[in-house]
Nanobody, 114 residues
Framework: QVQLVESGGGLVQPGGSLRLSCAAS????????MGWYRQAPGKRRELVAA???????HYADSVKGRFTISRGTAKNTVYLQMNSLKPEDTAVYYC????????WGQGTQVTVSS
């Protein structure tokens, strides 16, 4: 079964940038749509960005224009470039298919604070 490992989180000041990586233990190329989710304390997990096999992307309004999702040249990686970060972006970030096909990984913590 595919396992997902997220990395790249950390503490950053408002306005800063981070690049998150998602590595799958197996090929995820056959998955039509992969996405990045986040879950802030006390809130439900939400899908913030998605990309299909053709490269078409979709973003939640809250991150549109600031976040960019991409697939790696390797068939088992997905990235999330986050720019102009805001304190409200603070959350644990996860990757998965857009219908959460795979078991959830541990996620990577992103904290935006001065």
């Amino acid at each position: 079964q595919v396992q997902l490992v997220e990395s790249g989180g950390g503490l950053v000041q408002p306005g800063g940038s981070l690049r998150l990586s998602c590595a799958a233990s197996g090929s995820i190329f056959s998955i039509n749509v992969m996405g990045w989710y986040r879950q802030a304390p006390g809130k439900r997990r939400e899908l913030v960005a998605a990309i299909d096999r053709g490269g078409s992307t979709h973003y939640a309004d809250s991150v549109k224009g600031r976040f960019t999702i991409s697939r790696g040249t390797a068939k088992n990686t997905v990235y999330l470039q986050m720019n102009s970060l805001k304190p409200e972006d603070t959350a644990v970030y996860y990757c998965n298919s857009h219908i959460a096909t795979f078991p959830w990984g541990q996620g990577t913590q992103v904290t935006v604070s001065s």
